[in-house]
């Protein structure tokens, strides 16, 4: 077949490259194994950090996420992984992150903050339910 292509002078085309993905669905392709790893979280809220102030929320939520899982009692990934959730208009996951935040921080040092936000994304998940019949 390929010398019948050769002889026609026929040439394959190059494919078209995929469409250009968010930095993190590369990596989240291939997600590890987590354990107890206090040094890759701190560097997953790094590089959280670094997409939130570049406004990229979905990728810095997930790596706050990644954070929550390589060290699960790492209250500040929970409060930054709120915060982004919000951004990303998720009123129920930033107050799930919120609240485990409150649970984890040994007296929080943001909980009235944190409290208020709470009350305002109950009143938007609230608002977003359909009334029950």
């Known amino acids: 077949m390929l010398l019948a292509a050769l002889a026609t002078g026929q040439r394959r085309r190059p494919e078209a490259p995929p469409p250009p993905r968010e930095p993190d669905e590369v990596e989240a392709e291939a997600e590890p194994e987590y354990t107890f790893n206090p040094i890759q979280a701190q560097k997953e809220l790094k ?60 007296p929080p040092r943001r909980a009235e903050e944190v409290k208020k936000k709470i009350g305002q994304l109950e009143k938007q998940v609230g608002k977003q339910k359909p009334p029950s019949k």
Do not use: H, N, V
């Not at 959730?85 to 921080?105: H, I, M, N, W």
């Open 47 to 106: 590089i959280g950090d670094f997409y939130f102030k570049k406004k990229s929320y979905r990728a810095a939520a997930g790596r706050y996420e990644r954070a929550t899982k390589w060290q699960p009692d790492l209250a500040d990934a929970y409060f930054k992984l709120g915060e982004a959730q919000e951004k990303l208009d998720k009123p129920e996951e930033a107050r799930a992150a919120f609240q485990k935040y409150l649970e984890l921080s040994p």
